[in-house]
T-cell receptor
Framework: GAVVSQHPSRVICKSGTSVKIECRSL??????MFWYRQFPKQSLMLMAT?????????EQGVEKDKFLINHASLTLSTLTVTSAHPEDSSFYIC???????????FGPGTRLTVT | LAKTTQPISMDSYEGQEVNITCSHN???????ITWYQQFPSQGPRFIIQ???TKVTNEVASLFIPADRKSSTLSLPRVSLSDTAVYYC????????????FGKGTHLIIQP
């Protein structure tokens, strides 16, 4: 199947700093990518839909000014957690939909810890 | 999106066949049923997708009755490495929309 990568795999940052997470589709072009967040022992929650060349669409309750999403190319979307706080510590997962195979491929996830 | 209901957890033993059932009473005509597997600290992995009757691939089978209000994921001869959380999702065929995950089923395989 198709491959989606994320970088970094884990990051620790101090409260108040910003962190950028990259999501890449390695062998297919993705006009749409998705960002999810998963807290310990909970399910994945969709945060936003990243559209290439246009603004992201955020789910209800997700602050767009805190979670900045940029989808500059057909293979790269970035999520920046601005002014991170300990409550933002979570597992962030991206995915990309392959419209040819109708499958959605997930990245390996990024573990963010804010101290 | 149709809501899904799955058992919170299941236990089985190596070499057994495991069947996980998912209820989706409000499934729409255009909806497909998709199952994902997730290991701790990893992204979900696609297992199988179907619309009706039976679908089989190299890792699992998916049984869907005629009314499509439920589905059963069948894992043949499980091993310890099949211990994971399994999610049943219902929605239009994947790719274009974000997915709504339920609580999933935590499958624990014992020796």
């Amino acid at each position: 199947g198709a491959v989606v990568s994320q970088h970094p795999s884990r990051v620790i940052c101090k409260s108040g700093t910003s962190v950028k997470i990259e999501c890449r589709s390695l062998d297919f072009q993705a006009t749409t990518m998705f960002w999810y967040r998963q807290f310990p022992k909970q399910s994945l929650m969709l945060m936003a839909t990243s559209n290439e060349g246009s603004k992201a669409t955020y789910e209800q309750g997700v602050e767009k000014d805190k979670f900045l999403i940029n989808h500059a190319s057909l293979t790269l979307s970035t999520l920046t957690v601005t002014s991170a706080h300990p409550e933002d510590s979570s597992f962030y997962i991206c995915s990309a939909g392959d419209l040819l195979t109708y499958e959605q491929y997930f990245g390996p996830g990024t573990r963010l810890t804010v101290t | 999106l149709a809501k899904t209901t799955q058992p919170i957890s299941m236990d089985s033993y190596e070499g057994q066949e495991v069947n996980i059932t998912c209820s989706h009473n409000n499934i729409a005509t255009n909806d497909y049923i998709t199952w994902y597997q997730q290991f701790p600290s990893q992204g979900p992995r696609f297992i199988i997708q179907g619309y009706k009757t039976k679908v089989t691939n190299e890792v699992a089978s998916l049984f869907i009755p005629a009314d499509r209000k439920s589905s059963t994921l069948s894992l043949p001869r499980v091993s310890l490495s099949d211990t994971a959380v399994y999610y049943c999702l219902v929605g239009e065929r994947g790719g274009a929309d974000g997915l709504t995950f339920g609580k999933g089923t935590h499958l624990i395989i014992q020796p």
